[in-house]
């Protein structure tokens, strides 16, 4: 097939184009690089079905594809911060253009929609019917609600003129290519243990994660892409559920270090609970994690090792 990936040269979308490659798929790889970096595909170049276009999502584009996996926008905190305004622009006009291309090609197109449209939620696990509780105005409204209203627009184009689509909502997904300034926690951690620096914990500690191994995420996403069953949204995620404080003390039993842990005051809207309920995937899917948390990080930690 000849696919579309915004978003190729960022965490989640350079592994994908990986994969879709090694399955023997021309690959059509879309970044401005806001976040992504060309180093996470520079391993691919030279491969005669990858091609990799710089552009800004927020601007019209066309390119004769079967399939698009709309990943583009920034993930984390400190990057959707940087600027909210592109943020909200990625998210809207970033999926009008993606939707349009494939209205046009008539062809099938994933969203990677995410965890963060449940908000702090009131109920966990978080099931896919759950509306969410969400502030609109808050520091984290920009990707939270700009997500939000991408899914919309999703299920529009789907009930008003038949676009074929599906809805994946990704929770926190680590491993190796992860940008080391992301301000995530797992990267943060690993390279505060790595640098003998304060470990910084927001909050007591007590709000908890799922974390699923990136491998994991791209085989998900694959999955719901190819399947007949749903258009979802589908949540793909590990719900294996720790608080941030044990995520600290694994670490710092995986890394000889010197770090100490130290705490700051918690963000606004930090959500305090983060596991998904992937009954829906499990069962029509056929997909669960398979990279157990200790042997994911083990991968992690050694990537973020060769770039100290």
């Not at 990943?71 to 939707?99: E, F, R």
């Not at 080391?180 to 304060?198: E, M, T, Y």
Request: neutral net charge; charged residues 20%.
């Amino acid at each position: 097939m000849r696919i579309l990936v915004t978003g190729g040269t960022g965490f989640i979308g350079n592994h994908l184009c990986r994969r879709l490659l090694k399955e023997g798929n021309i690959v059509i790889c879309l970044d401005n690089n806001f976040t992504g970096s060309n180093a996470n595909i520079a391993d691919l170049i030279q491969n005669p079905n990858f091609n990799f276009i710089n552009h800004d999502i927020t601007n019209p584009f066309f390119y004769n594809v079967e399939q698009i996996y709309h990943l583009a926008c920034p993930a984390s905190p400190v990057a959707y911060q940087k600027d909210p305004i592109k943020t909200i622009k990625t998210c809207v006009d970033g999926t009008i253009n993606a939707l349009n291309i494939a209205t046009v090609n008539k062809s099938r197109i994933l969203f990677s929609s995410t965890s963060e449209v449940y908000g702090d939620p009131k109920i966990s696990p978080q099931v896919e019917e759950y509306w969410g509780n969400v502030n609109p105005i808050g520091i984290r409204s920009c990707y939270d609600e700009g997500k939000r209203i991408a899914e919309t627009l999703m299920m529009e184009y789907h009930r008003k003129s038949g676009q074929d689509i599906r809805i994946a909502r990704i929770f926190n997904t680590y491993g190796p290519k992860m940008d080391k300034n992301d301000g995530r926690v797992v990267s943060n951690f690993i390279n505060q243990c790595l640098d003998n620096a304060d470990i910084t914990i927001y909050g007591d500690g007590s709000q908890t994660r799922s974390f699923c191994y990136v491998d994991d995420t791209v085989d998900g996403l694959i999955k719901l892409m190819n399947n007949d069953k749903t258009i979802g949204p589908i949540n793909i995620g590990n719900p294996y559920e720790i608080t941030v404080k044990n995520l600290a003390d694994i670490l710092t039993n995986m890394i000889e270090t010197k770090s100490k842990i130290i705490y700051q005051p918690l963000p606004s809207d930090d959500p305090t609970k983060r596991k998904p309920d992937i009954t829906k995937a499990i069962n029509i899917l056929n997909w669960s994690p398979q990279i157990e948390l200790s042997q994911g990080l083990t991968r992690t930690i050694e990537y973020f090792r060769q770039l100290h």
